[in-house]
């Protein structure tokens, strides 16, 4: 069974420019997740959609930030325009359809490394 | 509300040593634990979770970890380091619709 998987793995792009970020989920998870890690400090909630709505976005932290996950498979994160606090590692992950409370387990990603120079 | 503080950074030891990675949480709730590890280049891997059965779990490689209600605690530990266990690690409480990470800790295994 494949993981849940993300690409790019590293993005390079100037401040003022546009980054899309992809994330395909273990087939079957309805649930999906993207997560933020700025440089030493720990890894961030963004958001958790269901299918294809928005459950909670409130870790989202501006309007520059776009996520949509249409038909309820893969998701992208877009970046628009991008400043220089947006580097870091946007992590994407999956959980099954049933939400057991705190029990769910979360299957994470490899990664997005997002460099803003 | 729920968090999880780690304490240190970065964690050094030697091959065949003990490792101990810290980790003490805040929870309004019975808390749900969870040890993950990052090896280079891939993604977050479950070592093991706390779901309030037995305090005492064993993960995967080798790991275990002990849940301390009265220290909010649970430390991961494994008794010989291998060269490969080499990670970072992170200490996460699951809440609501999401889990909430410690600042990890970088284990580096000193041959």
């Known amino acids: 069974e494949a993981g849940v998987t993300q690409f790019p793995s590293h993005s390079v792009i100037e401040k003022g420019q546009t980054v899309t970020l992809r994330c395909d989920p273990i087939?079957?998870?309805?649930?999906l997740y993207w997560y933020r890690r700025v440089m030493g400090k720990e890894i961030k909630f963004l958001l958790h959609f269901v299918k294809e709505s928005k459950q909670d976005e409130s870790g989202m932290p501006n309007n520059r930030f776009l996520a949509e996950r249409t038909g309820g498979t893969y998701s992208t994160l877009k970046v628009q325009p991008a400043e220089l606090e947006d580097s870091g590692v946007y992590f994407c992950a999956s959980s099954q359809r049933i939400w057991t409370g705190g029990k769910n387990i979360q299957y994470f990603g490899a990664g997005t490394r997002l460099s803003v120079l | 509300a729920q968090s999880v503080t780690q304490l240190g950074s970065h964690v050094s030891v030697s091959e065949g040593a003990l490792v101990l990675l810290r980790c003490n949480y805040s929870?309004?709730?019975?808390?749900?634990l969870f040890w993950y590890v990052q090896y280079p280049n891939q993604g977050l891997q479950l070592l093991l979770k706390?779901?309030?059965?037995?305090?005492l779990v064993k993960g995967i490689n080798g790991f275990e970890a002990e849940f301390k209600k009265s220290e909010t605690s649970f430390h991961l530990t494994k008794p010989s380091a291998h060269m490969s266990d080499a990670a970072e690690y992170f200490c996460?409480?699951?809440?609501?619709?999401?889990?909430?990470f410690g600042t990890g800790t970088s284990l580096t295994v000193i041959p």
């Open positions: 706390y779901t309030s059965a037995a305090t």
């Open positions: 996460a409480v699951s809440g609501d619709n999401q889990f909430y």
């Open positions: 929870s309004s709730v019975p808390p749900y």
């Open positions: 087939s079957g998870h309805d649930n």
